[in-house]
Nanobody
């Protein structure tokens, strides 16, 4: 069973940067599509960025050009570099592992979440 542990959240002023990291247990990390989601108070959880097992990435329009997702399969980690942060980026950020094949999409695991607060 995969377990995900996030780190790197915190408080930052607008325009600042934070780097989130997610460490995964398990031996087939490289097979998973890894994603970062966020949920602000009173809002639904939304996809921020995803990186597939082959390295392809996709981003929410609201973070394109500011956030970068990357993975290190040797270390079983996925990171989210967040630059030019805005107050509307304030949310709890969750790491997600997803198994995608021709017939199904399965969310294998979620992290516990890490708070990101952007405020002056």
């Amino acid at each position: 069973q995969v377990q995900l542990v996030e780190s790197g959240g915190g408080f930052v002023q607008p325009g600042g940067s934070l780097r989130l990291s997610c460490a995964a247990s398990g031996s087939i990390f490289s097979s998973y599509a890894m994603g970062w989601y966020r949920q602000a108070p009173g809002k639904q959880r939304e996809l921020v960025a995803r990186i597939l097992s082959g390295g392809s990435t996709n981003y929410a329009d609201s973070v394109k050009g500011r956030f970068t997702i990357s993975r290190d399969n040797a270390k079983n980690t996925v990171a989210l570099q967040m630059n030019s942060l805005k107050p509307e980026d304030t949310a709890v950020y969750y790491c997600n592992a997803r198994l995608i094949n021709l017939f199904s999409i399965t969310d294998v695991a979620w992290g516990q979440g890490t708070q990101v607060t952007v405020s002056s």
